[in-house]
């Protein structure tokens, strides 16, 4: 294409297109800028609150450390002791799998138990729950009677309800033990 401007006002024109650009070009890349960072605001935000609950939660850890080690070490000991008591076997004392293996030893054929649970009640007692299913009322009742020979055993209670049923009982003893 054949320009009939001079070359002076070319170049003035030439400058002017190219000033036109850069602008546009900056205000783009402004434009760009002013988005990201909008963009940013709600992270930057949540970032703000999770750095706030964390650092609240250090707070309370040293607090909690602090607690436990001034003052409570006594407590501490004793709980401790009570635990190792608990699970320990003591001397002329009768542990949990003693008391089980006791139990299993007495049991019937015709007798089936499902659960036991040992909970202590003091210090030298537990309540122990034995249930299952029996195939009869005989087999149920020879069971009781054996549970009532058991030395460490102090009290075997048999619900009469458990009795309802001819056959397949379910039932439910609770038994008194010196632990």
């Keep these: ?3 009939l401007l ?5 170049k003035e024109v030439q400058k002017e297109y190219r000033l036109r650009l850069v602008a546009v070009a900056c205000f783009l890349l402004a434009a760009v800028g002013a988005l990201s960072a909008v963009a940013l605001v709600p992270y930057i935000a949540l970032s703000s609150i999770k750095e706030k609950a964390v650092e609240a939660g250090i707070a309370l850890h040293e607090k909690d450390t602090q607690t436990s080690t001034t003052g409570n070490f006594s407590a ?8 190792i008591k608990t699970y ?10 003693t008391l089980v293996e006791r139990l299993v ?8 138990l499902s659960s036991i649970a040992i909970a202590r009640t003091s210090s030298s007692t537990a309540q122990v729950i034995a249930e299952g299913v029996a195939v009869n009322r005989d087999a149920l009742l020879f069971f009781v009677q054996e549970l009532k020979k058991v030395p460490i055993l102090k009290s075997v209670v048999l619900p009469v309800s458990n009795f309802a049923k001819a056959e397949d009982i379910e039932f439910s ?6 632990y």
Excluded: C, Y
């Design 76 to 83: 501490d000991v004793a709980r401790t002791k009570l635990l």
């Design 6 to 10: 001079p070359q002076q006002l070319k």
């Design 88 to 97: 320990a076997d003591r001397e002329g004392g009768t542990s949990a799998q």
């Design 173 to 178: 003893l609770t038994m008194i033990s010196s």
């Design 105 to 112: 030893r007495v049991l019937p054929p015709d007798v089936s």
């Design 1 to 3: 294409m054949l320009s």
